[in-house]
């Protein structure tokens, strides 16, 4: 990470100098400022940082992030940077993962039956599938760190620099994202045929079912270090889901749910969870991160 100090210059050249750092180098930049002359520098930079100072708030106003201190941004780019970046690129993949096995369910209910035009899911349920059902779930990825503290972060410098070669949001993990989507949604729709082969209704049933369940366990395994606010999220969020069949009933047939019913939602669910999270510990073992290293 390279600085450059602009002393004594004019609004317009602290802007020019930005544009051309970002056009000749093709980095992000961050401009830091405390003055009203400051705001077309800070604006111009992909990440504004103002410093609210004797000279006013305009650059603090106008920036991304206001500070009360200079000697506060290695705690604002070192530590919340990092895990904002950790936390953004997990959360945008896991999104996207839970809207393609719900298409790859879909794909495959049409295909085997016929190219028929019927949706596998009620509207009703892919709302609150998207919603109150794994809202808490996906948020509770906010709440999730890599290492327990500031001060590890601070001694071990190169826990920041890994982060720099974009390893955690590029084309190769969204690709492994898209193959587990796949992979999951196609085994549920099938496993849910072969079990529930007599029952149409019970199909139905039994994919949202296995996809919740799914969902879940997908959200311990990427999670780094699951604590008691995160274990609630995903217990309350089953909990939504167990109370609303019994308030939706037409749309889960709660009359065919019974202990067979419970029990085959549960092996179809582990069988598409398991062999993901196997590799993935196996991975974590064979090839760990650099936070992990540190804190063995």
């Not at 830091?32 to 106003?61: C, F, P």
């Not at 009360?68 to 941004?73: K, M, W």
């Not at 992979?183 to 045929?193: D, E, I, K, T």
């Not at 037409?250 to 582990?270: H, P, T, V, W």
Request: glycine share 6%; aromatic share 14%.
């Amino acid at each position: 990470m390279n600085g450059v100090i602009c002393c004594r210059c004019s609004p317009l050249q602290k802007t020019e100098i930005v544009k051309k750092i970002k056009y000749y180098t093709g980095l992000r930049v961050a401009a830091i400022g405390d003055g009203g002359n400051d705001v077309g520098m800070i604006q111009e930079a992909d990440v504004g940082i103002g410093i609210v100072g004797k000279e006013g708030k305009h650059a603090s106003l106008a920036a991304d992030f206001s500070i009360e201190q200079f000697n506060t941004i290695s705690r604002l780019l070192f530590w919340h940077g990092r895990l904002s970046y950790i936390r953004t690129a997990l959360l945008a993949q896991f999104v996207v993962h839970r809207g393609l096995i719900v298409a790859a369910v879909q794909a495959i209910f049409i295909f085997m039956f016929y190219f028929c035009s019927i949706p596998v899911f009620n509207p009703y349920l892919l709302l609150g599938y998207a919603t109150y059902y794994t809202f808490l779930p996906v948020f509770c990825l906010v709440f999730d760190r890599d290492v327990d503290n500031e001060e590890i972060v601070f001694k071990f410098p190169n826990l920041y620099q890994t982060l720099q070669k974009g390893r955690l949001l590029s084309t190769r993990t969204i690709l492994i994202w898209t193959t587990q989507s796949l992979y999951q949604g196609v085994l549920v729709m099938l496993s849910a045929v072969l079990l529930f082969e007599d029952s149409f209704v019970d199909i139905l049933s039994i994919n949202f079912t296995a996809l919740m369940m799914i969902e879940l366990l997908n959200l311990y395994t990427v999670l780094k270090k699951p604590n008691w606010l995160i274990y609630g999220c995903l217990i309350l969020s089953f909990g939504v889901y167990l109370a609303s069949i019994w308030i939706f009933k037409d749309y889960f047939n709660a009359s065919s749910i019974n202990k067979e019913f419970i029990l085959k939602a549960f092996l179809i669910a582990f069988a598409s969870w398991a062999p993901v999270h196997i590799i993935s510990c196996m991975f974590k073992k064979l090839d760990p991160s650099d936070a992990a290293k540190i804190q063995r």
